[in-house]
């Protein structure tokens, strides 16, 4: 049946490097919505998104790495 259109247009907006839309993307992916879950690509969209300035994205980042690293030490 094909990507829903409202997917179709957020990948086209990541195509063209719209930081929004690297940020949308990238939290489909992380949450496995309208796309297989996939948390290394999903870090990366969002990653590229805070790097072009997208505050939600970069405090998103900051959130993650924070549980990441918390996660890191409990199981130290």
């Not at 997917?7 to 907006?13: E, G, S």
């Not at 790097?51 to 405090?59: L, M, S, V, W």
């Amino acid at each position: 049946m094909g990507k829903p259109k409202n997917l179709r247009r957020l990948i086209k907006a990541v195509k063209m490097g719209k930081p929004y839309a690297l940020y949308r993307l990238g939290l489909l992916y992380y949450e496995g919505k309208m796309v297989a879950e996939d948390v290394e690509t999903a870090v990366t969209l969002i990653e590229a998104a805070g790097i072009a300035g997208y505050q939600p994205a970069i405090e998103w980042m900051e959130d993650y790495k924070f549980d990441d690293d918390a996660l890191t030490q409990a199981y130290s």
